[in-house]
């Protein structure tokens, strides 16, 4: 079956330190990976979207990559600071619909970071 | 903010009353979503709308129905929901198939 899965239902860091986050999947060939964020009853942001032909790419302290061999795609955020305590989403498009998308979220991490 | 608005932000509503969830977005974008998310649960598409056409129904029961009177609003009628219903219910809007934007949802209880 087709699955999204992202490590640890919670990651607790130290500020300063590199949060890493994992988004891997199975029996999908998606053109394209998205991260977003989302804080308490609030709807999911867009951080960054990676290519199936790119390797990685960065935004101010994210960082994330994508390897189609692995299936996997890791979230990097730097000199973290406890501002970016939030869920985590990744999502996919396992079809390439064209005007649209029906994207497939993971079910998300949790990083709290503490002072 | 996002762009995407979404009223009311919170509903509570008995199983045998009908409801309608809004979204409104100036943005521009072709396409819209309707999401379901529950407690420790994944996002669930529910919906799109591309050019104001419904292009995608995930199995979602009758009991929620989507509109889409053009491409700036979107609707979702709720009638005689369930408990189990209980969700943060979202929209998005995308202008390709690329990021989307999310509204802030609507927190809906059912008793």
């Not at chain 1, 979230?75 to 999502?91: K, N, R, V």
């Not at chain 2, 762009?3 to 072709?30: D, I, W, Y």
């Not at chain 2, 998310?37 to 292009?55: D, G, H, N, T």
């Amino acid at each position: 079956s087709q699955k999204i899965e992202q490590n640890s239902e919670a990651l607790n860091i130290q500020e300063g330190k590199t949060a890493t986050l994992t988004c891997n999947y199975t029996n999908y060939s998606p053109a394209y990976l998205q991260w977003y964020r989302q804080d308490p009853g609030r709807g999911p942001v867009f951080l960054l979207l990676i290519r199936e032909n790119e390797k990685e790419k960065r935004k101010e302290r994210l960082k994330v990559t994508f390897d189609t061999t692995l299936k996997q795609s890791l979230f990097h955020i730097t000199a973290s600071q406890p501002a970016d305590s939030a869920t985590y989403l990744c999502a996919l498009d396992p079809t390439f619909s064209g005007g649209y998308n029906k994207l497939i979220f993971g079910a998300g991490t949790r990083l709290a970071v503490h002072p | 903010e996002t762009g995407v608005t979404q009223t009311p932000r919170h509903l509570v509503m008995g199983m045998t009353n009908k409801k309608s969830l809004k979204c409104e977005q100036h943005l521009g974008h072709n396409a819209m979503y309707w999401y379901k998310q529950s407690a420790k649960k994944p996002l669930e598409l529910m919906f799109v709308y591309s050019l104001e056409e419904r292009v995608e129904n995930n199995s979602v029961p009758s009991r929620f129905s989507p509109e889409c009177p053009n491409s700036s609003h979107l609707f979702l009628h709720l009638h005689t929901l369930q408990p189990e219903d209980s969700a943060l219910y979202l929209c998005a809007s995308s202008r390709s198939p690329k990021e989307q934007f999310f509204g802030p949802g609507t927190r809906l209880t059912v008793l």
